[in-house]
């Protein structure tokens, strides 16, 4: 029996995949594409409420500590500079599909996710992909030719394959229900490539007990706010919206914030950045008789003026009769809601995963593992997480085109 040879081996047809083995196969590689689910790119399908934010123009490729988290973001700068949000965007205007910018720099599909994947697939058919799906990698061995050369064997649902080169695109462990594994680490654990450890990011936040039982009958409700945590140099602030739910915060300003935070540390959130509470509160003792959280009714959302009155006696009286210690104490609470989350809704929830593979493991340049020659990893599976705004997807972009370039040039030597 013959076992079919490749240039290349990809295992995941997420984002990175896909466009790794479009991008190798129109270098000239013959490619292998497989995974296990039943249909590619789910990831892409369910994100941005289906429209997917598939880059963000502020993302600057020079300073990549700006919108990108992990043990070393300055790793990602390679790959960035080297494929930009400009060049993805270019290929989508090749495609003809039509996009616009929300807010903060975030492109969408103005129609659906499904004309990006699309694209995806029409870029790997012009690259002449094989494609494999569902069909899952069962075992991975890696041996070495007569003339010294690697070659990766891999066991398929569909029988044997080998490579000379095997790229690992897997994603993370957000998302269980679309189909994430922990198939990536396991394979870096084969290969003794080092890991950071994982956990959810951009992700909901929770808070236990009775002490949130205040707040949960504020579900649905959404506010910009300024979100901060951690302590002089390691502080993150984030100004976007938040939402209260059941069981805790969510919202982009929590998802943003939940990269950052560390189990044990609170939260402070300013529930009306853009006013001034003691000055707005003093002028309307002046000139009111309303009840305080009439008052505070206009300045932030109502249901949380109510909420917020019931927290103290002093709060639950016309604002006229109020001492101006209370209003003091009113305007510095809101303006500083400290509160320590006791968790965060986990992987089913997070849109992305923090750590992964270690990315002092790789070669920047083409994301090849520096002990382990063949060996690539691209994606969510490194540790490199960006903020919440379509950076995640053009890391995706940049390191699958770092190593499909990487890929080209080891097939030339």
């Excluded at 616009?100 to 992909?129: N, P, T, W, Y």
């Excluded at 209003?327 to 986990?346: D, I, K, M, V, Y």
Aim: aromatic content about 8%; overall charge neutral.
């Amino acid at each position: 029996m013959t076992i079919p040879f490749f240039d290349a081996i990809i295992i995941g047809a997420g984002a990175a995949g896909l466009f790794c083995a479009g991008q190798a196969g129109q270098r000239g590689l013959s490619v292998l594409l497989i995974d296990h689910a039943e249909k590619v790119a789910e990831k892409i399908r369910i994100s941005g409420g289906g429209r997917c934010n598939f880059t963000n123009r502020d993302l600057d490729p020079a300073a990549p500590h700006k919108h990108f988290v992990g043990q070393n973001p300055q790793f990602c700068r390679s790959a960035l500079s080297r494929y930009t949000p400009q060049d993805f965007i270019a290929l989508v205007d090749r495609h003809g599909i039509p996009h616009h910018e929300k807010h903060k720099g975030q492109l969408f599909a103005d129609r659906s996710a499904e004309d990006l994947i699309a694209m995806l697939l029409a870029e790997c058919a012009e690259g002449g992909v094989t494609h494999w799906q569902p069909c899952g990698a069962r075992k991975i061995g890696f041996q070495t030719d007569n003339d010294g050369q690697g070659i990766y064997l891999v066991e398929t649902d569909r029988g044997p394959v080998q490579a000379r080169s095997l790229v690992v695109a897997t994603g993370g462990l957000s998302i269980p229900k679309i189909g994430a594994t922990d198939f990536g680490y396991r394979l870096a654990r084969q290969f003794d490539v080092p890991l950071i450890e994982q956990r959810p990011g951009l992700v909901p936040m929770t808070f236990d007990g009775a002490g949130w039982a205040p707040y949960a009958q504020l579900a649905g409700l959404a506010l910009p706010v300024r979100i901060s945590t951690g302590a002089k140099k390691a502080r993150m602030v984030f100004d976007e919206d938040l939402l209260f739910t059941h069981r805790g915060l969510s919202g982009p300003a929590v998802l943003q914030i939940s990269s950052y935070w560390q189990e044990g540390t609170p939260l402070a959130i300013d529930l009306a950045p853009t006013v001034d509470l003691p000055a707005a509160l003093a002028q309307a003792k002046m000139r009111s008789r309303k009840l305080i959280a009439n008052e505070l009714a206009t300045l932030v959302p109502s249901r949380l003026a109510d909420a917020w009155a019931q927290r103290e006696a002093d709060w639950q009286r016309p604002i006229a009769e109020a001492s101006d210690k209370a209003l003091a104490r009113l305007a510095e609470q809101l303006a500083r809601w400290e509160l320590t989350p006791t968790g965060t809704e986990g992987y089913k929830k997070a849109e992305v995963t923090l750590g992964g593979v270690d990315t002092r493991a790789l070669s920047q340049q083409t994301m090849e593992c520096k002990a382990q020659p063949g060996l690539y990893f691209i994606g969510e599976v490194v540790d490199v997480t960006g903020w919440l705004g379509g950076y995640n997807f053009q890391w995706a972009w940049a390191s699958a085109h770092a190593c499909a370039e990487g890929l080209a040039a080891k097939s030339a030597q």
